[in-house]
């Protein structure tokens, strides 16, 4: 999966967004040493730099890296698979927005996390959960078919409530609450679920040949018309959101 960063940012902040709410739970209070998994462009840990805590922030993608040192400069940031991540520092708090679900190996994802808390950390994450963004993604899938082409390994997890508090049991936290609801989001005016696809699939673009973009396109978005109403159109996600604790 490659990221444009600046279209993230600019076509899709929502995503962080939404996730700001996370910060309202932190029970830790600063200067504690904080990692934000996944951090994308770095917008939440600056805000947490801003607060007075001690902030790294993790990510595997080149582009978002970049604009997130480059927007953010008092932040130090990270390149690293969190999946294989293995750190010397340890961590009063963890925190991770709409970044665990790419990764497929979940398991590895939140031992990892594990190992670099301290015992007690807080681990405070938001992800996509099951049923996320089903309509978009199966119409997708159904038209790059109907188009004669093999469908990419989509790279995701929208797990259920059980089976990702087993995992964080298992990788060695105590879940303290989890819930599961759905978030119709509004797309801005002018866009649509294939614009959505474009930027959050765009792996899957790249498997069909350019001529055949637009008619992808279209056949994306006739395959969601249950998701649009008078004010224009939404994309299904449904979140998973967690507090917990390092045991």
Excluded at 141 to 164: C, D, T
Excluded at 207 to 224: F, G, I, K, M
Aim: one cysteine or more; glycine letters at 8%.
């Amino acid at each position: 999966m490659q990221w444009d960063a600046e279209s993230y940012d600019r076509d899709f902040g929502f995503v962080t967004e939404y996730g700001e709410d996370l910060l309202d739970l932190i029970e830790v209070p600063p200067p504690a040493a904080v990692i934000d998994v996944g951090c994308g462009t770095g917008a939440h840990a600056a805000a947490l730099a801003a607060r007075g805590y001690d902030v790294l922030g993790v990510d595997l993608d080149a582009a978002m890296l970049a604009r997130a040192a480059s927007e953010h400069p008092e932040v130090e940031f990270l390149a690293a698979d969190v999946m294989t991540l293995e750190l010397d520092r340890r961590f009063d708090l963890a925190i991770s927005n709409a970044a665990l679900h790419w990764m497929p190996d979940q398991a590895a994802a939140l031992k990892a996390i594990r190992g670099v808390l301290r015992a007690g950390a807080q681990f405070l994450a938001e992800m996509g959960g099951k049923h996320n963004v089903r309509t978009v993604d199966e119409a997708l899938i159904g038209a790059v078919v109907a188009l004669g082409h093999p469908v990419p390994n989509i790279r995701k997890f929208f797990p259920s409530v059980g089976q990702e508090s087993g995992l964080l049991e298992q990788a060695g936290f105590d879940v303290r609450s989890m819930w599961w609801f759905p978030r119709p989001t509004p797309l801005r005016p002018g866009q649509t679920p294939a614009d959505w696809t474009k930027v959050f699939r765009s792996d899957v673009w790249r498997a069909v040949p350019v001529e055949q973009h637009a008619e992808l396109a279209r056949s994306v978005d006739e395959a969601c018309e249950g998701l649009r109403t008078d004010s224009g159109w939404s994309i299904d996600y449904w979140r998973l959101r967690w507090v917990c604790h390092a045991r």
